[in-house]
């Protein structure tokens, strides 16, 4: 079944979706690793193309980003930096801090306490989940996106996402490809599947932070499962998109960098306990 959005390049993946390596390769979605790689003219084509009809286009939409952290106050300017600078103008920045001890508030008073677009929410520290939460909670506007302190966004990302939404009316999710840099192996690839239900049932492929909603979807669906303290992104895309197929958008515009310092949450938390959960939980 093909997933509405732009049509699709050709391409294949080194690197499949977690647990998709039980399936024969015929069965794994293709990647865009390879045309990026040279050098992405058609990824890169597809985002100009977008932005210069979206931009004659009014930005009456409005959107909630919801930026999570904890502890990240040496990262934290350049995700936030991403998100002020971004070309679709018509938003807000709800930054919830999961209880940071590092001079966050610090931070974010010194240097964005005059933009009145960020909206900076302090909690006791329990988990990101409750921390988006948080944020969907606070949300006014009617699309959703997400952004994490180790990630950052092109400057187009919300104007290309917001209206391709606009543009599917009945669609409630929708997702585009992203650039990872792995300074810990150094190397860096793009990741931009199709949209595969089988597939994303195995393992997810499909990042937060390329990943926004109706606010509507929240409503009718709940948030991010606090007892999950990884691969709460996971169980959610997949209750999002169960009864919806997401538009997929092939442009590359968000970065996420790995870094050992960074302490990622997949990398410290039970990855096998938590996947066989999300597992039972869409036993599909």
């Not at 988006?132 to 606070?138: F, M, P, S, T």
Request: net charge negative; with cysteine; hydrophobic share 35%.
């Amino acid at each position: 079944m093909s997933s509405p959005g732009i049509p699709p390049a050709s391409g294949r993946d080194p690197t499949p979706g977690k647990g998709a390596d039980s399936h024969s390769s015929e069965s794994r979605p293709p990647d865009l690793d390879g045309l990026a790689r040279e050098p992405g003219f058609l990824l890169t084509l597809n985002e100009a193309r977008l932005a210069h009809r979206y931009l004659e286009r009014s930005q009456d939409h409005g959107v909630t980003v919801i930026l999570p952290t904890w502890n990240r106050s040496f990262i934290l300017r350049r995700a936030i930096d991403s998100v002020l600078a971004q070309s679709y103008r018509h938003f807000e920045l709800v930054l919830i801090d999961d209880g940071s001890t590092d001079g966050t508030r610090e931070v974010i008073n010194a240097e964005y306490s005059a933009d009145s677009r960020l909206r900076y929410i302090e909690t006791d520290h329990r988990g990101v989940s409750h921390a988006r939460n948080v944020g969907l909670a606070h949300a006014t506007g009617e699309i959703v996106a997400y952004l994490d302190s180790d990630n950052e966004w092109s400057e187009h990302y919300l104007l290309i996402m917001v209206n391709t939404l606009l543009d599917h009316p009945s669609l409630p999710t929708a997702y585009c490809g992203i650039r990872v840099v792995n300074n810990i192996q150094g190397k860096s690839f793009v990741r931009l599947y199709p949209y595969d239900r089988r597939t994303l049932l195995a393992g997810n492929y499909i990042d937060m932070n390329i990943f926004v909603h109706r606010k509507s979807a929240f409503e009718r669906l709940g948030g991010f499962r606090e007892d999950l303290r990884c691969m709460e992104d996971w169980e959610l895309i997949l209750r999002y998109t169960r009864d919806h197929e997401p538009c997929v958008v092939e442009c590359v515009l968000a970065t996420y960098y790995l870094e050992k310092e960074f302490g990622h949450l997949t990398q410290t938390e039970n990855f096998m306990e938590h996947y066989r959960q999300v597992r039972q939980l869409h036993a599909e």
